[in-house]
């Protein structure tokens, strides 16, 4: 999952679910969110009189003008910073590296930030996130789309299908390969052997 900043409607959500009585664990799982983003929330955007949407909104935004107008990073740092990313490395990574290269440190969620900004202005650094779109978690019911109907378990076919000795008996298998790019379909009948099919 790629950092982006909580929302105004998204720290409103955070108020009703806490008072519904949620905790942070489940607040994170219902917004799709880690669950270091909500812990930090609470830490960092808690009033003296508890969690309120509306000033937890204005604390963030008045930190967020105070760093953008705090020191400058160098301009070495973020050609250190824009090389990896050029190597696929995530912003934490990089974070990581400048402090132990005893360099200026550079949080990840400024590294997201520089990346968001270069996007819309027409860049490329967004290209090199190695997530680029996050997967939003299903909840309910399972999704019943590939379910076979009326299937019957492998533990209730005839004994004799086991011995491959037999014609008219196959078996099958899939393996989808990395990004559901291509997938790989074995079929085996008896005794006779493997064909394969690609995809």
Known sequence: MTYTHLTRDERYQIAILAKAGDDQSEIADVMNRHRSTISQEFRRNRGQRGYRPKHAHKFSHARMRAYENGPRIADETWAFVDERLGELWSPAQISGR????????????SIYNRIYADKRKGGTLHRALR????????YGSRERRSTIPNQVSIDQRPAIVG????FGDWEGDLVIGAGQQQALVTLNEGGVGISVCEA
């Open 163 to 166: 011995t491959r000795e037999r």
């Open 98 to 109: 400048l402090e132990e290269r005893g360099l200026p440190s550079v949080s990840h969620e």
């Open 131 to 138: 997530c680029q779109k996050a997967r939003r978690k299903r």
